[in-house]
């Protein structure tokens, strides 16, 4: 069984920073394309980073580039997003999500519909 499981989220300040985690299992992690997307309220979810299988490319949304940071660790099954520079307009909820091969290259890492598996997500609030 496939899960996704995310922490880390809760209360900054603008300008602080936070760290979530998403640990998986039930399937070949190394194998797979994570991303990290997020969901504000009333609006639709968007991408925020990824990071692929193999080399562990990385892309981040214009709107994080040069304050998010997306590694993981393939040996412990989890990814992370270290997050700076938060204002309060990323307040969210975060979620993880793993996409495979055919996927990634089907619909690229940024696209929804490339992603099979999601967590619950984690929320974030950036106070002003």
């Known amino acids: 069984q496939v899960q996704l499981v995310e922490s880390g989220g809760g209360l900054v300040q603008a300008g602080g920073s936070l760290r979530l985690s998403c640990a998986a299992s039930g399937y070949s992690f190394s194998s797979y394309t994570m991303g990290w997307f997020r969901q504000a309220p009333g609006k639709e979810r968007e991408f925020a980073a990824s990071i692929m299988f193999g080399a562990g490319n990385t892309d981040y949304a214009d709107s994080v580039k040069g304050r998010f940071t997306i590694t993981r660790d393939n040996a412990k099954n989890t990814v992370y997003l270290q997050m700076n520079g938060l204002n309060p307009e990323e307040t969210a909820v975060y979620y993880c999500?793993?996409?495979?091969?055919?996927?990634?290259?089907?619909?690229?890492?940024?696209?929804?519909?490339?992603?099979?598996?999601w967590g619950q997500g984690t929320q974030v609030t950036v106070s002003s």
């Open positions: 999500a793993a996409a495979g091969a055919g996927g990634t290259y089907r619909f690229g890492p940024r696209d929804e519909s490339a992603y099979g598996y």
